[in-house]
């Protein structure tokens, strides 16, 4: 741009008419990428002129991205100095990668901002401008890359490594909250257990504990990008269940009649309870040991190797036995989040 013209000697008539010329022309170069130095040029050899080169900002710095699909900019001053009566600003231009790019906003300082019209990966130049007799531009500054994001993350949560149900659990649970962002990445998981308080976890992933018995363990949790955009909170039941019900009661066995196959004998008992997530069923067990030897000392699966599953509303049942013997057996009972009870009394009876 032509900042100065000094008339040194020669015709007057003829500088201003140069003058008249240049001012001119200044004034109807339109705003592009000119990065042009400007000089005025005369006829007279005794005319001076002084140049104005329009540099571009010494540097741009890496875009940040931000919640709805907004773009943060920022950059270094043009080492250019407009001189007085000239006004510097700075236009911004974006475009996909590659280009082309158009101009999407001006700032008077070093930061702007910008919301492209859809999610995506887009590039950004910043041009520096004088105005002041005419308006010109710098090229183009370093490229920069940045993504637009407006779609919150995607959460999903499990218990002990499977996806969380109603299901009854009988110890402390590990709960794993999880997100996933097609755009620029997970930023933190957070999550809020019975109410306790909020706790954000950088990343992708948090993976905690849950303990105590409770029908209505609660987890809320949501999930936010690195943009900063949240998902909507989402909550969990975890029910714990630490106590056993009881054992059933009056536990005893009856032969069946005698001495034709099959060779039976029932065993009876009263209803077990279970006061927090209820009682499923019953599991007797029970070994033959022949006609006369003694039942096994000691209530295990491994000394009583059959077992019988029985739901619910059960209180008595039968087994038959190839050959007539003597038949041992136990009974517990069993809630619905796993536990089982203390075992019965080992009983006997002959199956005939």
Known sequence: MLKNLSLVGGDRLLAMAFVLMVTVALAGIATGETAASFTGTSTNPTNSTTTLTVQPPASQNGPTSAAAGLVNLSWSATPTAPGAGHTLSYVILRGPVGGPYVQVGTSAGLTGSDTPPSD?????AIQAKVTGGGAFTSGNSALRTAISDRLAPTMSITCNGVACTNAWYAATVSVTVSGVDGGTGMGSVTRNVDGAGQVSTGGASATFNVSGQSAGHTVAYFGTD????ASAS?????KIDLTAPTTPGAFSAASGACCAAPYTMSFSWTAATDALSGLAGYTLHWVATGGVTA????ATPAAFPNAVSLGVGATTTTITNPAISRVCGYIESTDNAGNASPVSPIVNGFAL
Do not use: D
């Open 295 to 298: 039942c096994p000392a000691t």
């Open 226 to 229: 690195a943009a900063g955009n």
């Open 234 to 238: 989402s909550n969990a039941t975890v």
């Open 120 to 124: 995506g990966t887009y590039q950004y």
